[in-house]
């Protein structure tokens, strides 16, 4: 792994040699580092304590986001090896929290830049982004309940059968971009509130997201299609510079064939679970 060219992004833990700054907040909950190798070498990593044994991977851990200041702490030392490495020509390889989550769960997580603030210190930082102003956080899909059978005197089964549906296509769009190494995130907090998006080089995908289930389709694919040529001409007049891309993306085939055709013709990729042909 030593001398490996980085292309900005970390695809996995197999292979790496991994070190960690101090605890990480994996997945919203504060891990120890000897839990947090644990689990790194079940995915294929060989562990170290410090920075030593040609570590190819550090975890920064539990001053994410903050300038180090302190040159003779050891989180502070790990990442001034790192940067020394790097402008030796050996390129390590720097993760966050968020990004050691996401290996954990086998999908990339970016590699993060180093920069010398004056003394010696060294803090990292998150490379920019395609889309970075326009798609925020990774999507996540949300937990669903259920209503109680008598809390309304409307039915509300339907509502909730077609909220289910949303979010299993959700999830499902998801692991399927997710296995091409592809990351789904949400809005950014001045873009539009469209259900998913994510870039491809220069390239940025804001798709809307329908459930066919409890109502009716063809309300359903028109209210998409406008909802995401709205979302894309708004993002398209606030970034002129921006390759936009619509999609709708539907929770099955749709019975009708001519929604492809006026798809197609708008300008927008229609596309559906579980196949997600198009994308």
Avoid at 177 to 200: C, E, H, K, M, Q
Avoid at 228 to 256: G, N, S, W
């Amino acid at each position: 792994m030593a001398g490996r060219r980085c292309d900005g992004k970390v695809h996995s833990l197999k292979g790496r040699t991994i070190c960690f700054t101090g605890r990480a907040l994996v997945d919203g909950k504060w891990m120890v580092r000897k839990r947090c190798a644990e689990k790194a070498e079940r995915l294929g990593a060989t562990y170290r304590a410090d920075f030593s044994g040609g570590v190819t991977l550090v975890v920064y851990g539990d001053l994410a986001g903050k300038v180090v200041t302190d040159p003779s702490r050891a989180y502070s030392s790990t990442l001034v090896d790192a940067e020394e490495e790097r402008s030796r020509g050996r390129h390590v390889c720097v993760v966050d929290g968020d990004g050691f989550s996401n290996l954990l769960r086998r999908r990339s997580a970016p590699c993060l830049e180093l920069r010398r603030t004056g003394q010696g210190r060294v803090r990292p930082v998150a490379p920019p982004e395609t889309g970075g102003d326009i798609l925020g956080g990774a999507l996540r899909v949300r937990r669903i309940g259920r209503h109680a059978p008598k809390a309304l005197t409307m039915d509300l089964g339907h509502l909730d059968k077609a909220t289910a549906a949303h979010e299993s296509t959700v999830g499902a769009l998801i692991a399927h971009l997710g296995g091409r190494g592809i990351d789904v995130r949400t809005y950014a907090r001045n873009a539009p509130r469209f259900d998913a998006g994510w870039s491809r080089g220069a390239e940025v995908f804001i798709a809307e997201v329908k459930s066919l289930s409890g109502a009716s389709e063809d309300q359903q694919i028109r209210l998409g299609i406008g909802q995401v040529l709205d979302y894309t001409h708004q993002i398209r007049t606030a970034h002129p510079d921006r390759r936009v891309h619509p999609v709708l993306m539907l929770e099955k085939r749709p019975i009708d064939a001519r929604w492809a055709v006026l798809a197609e013709s708008l300008g927008i990729r229609l596309a559906w679970a579980p196949e997600f042909t198009g994308l």
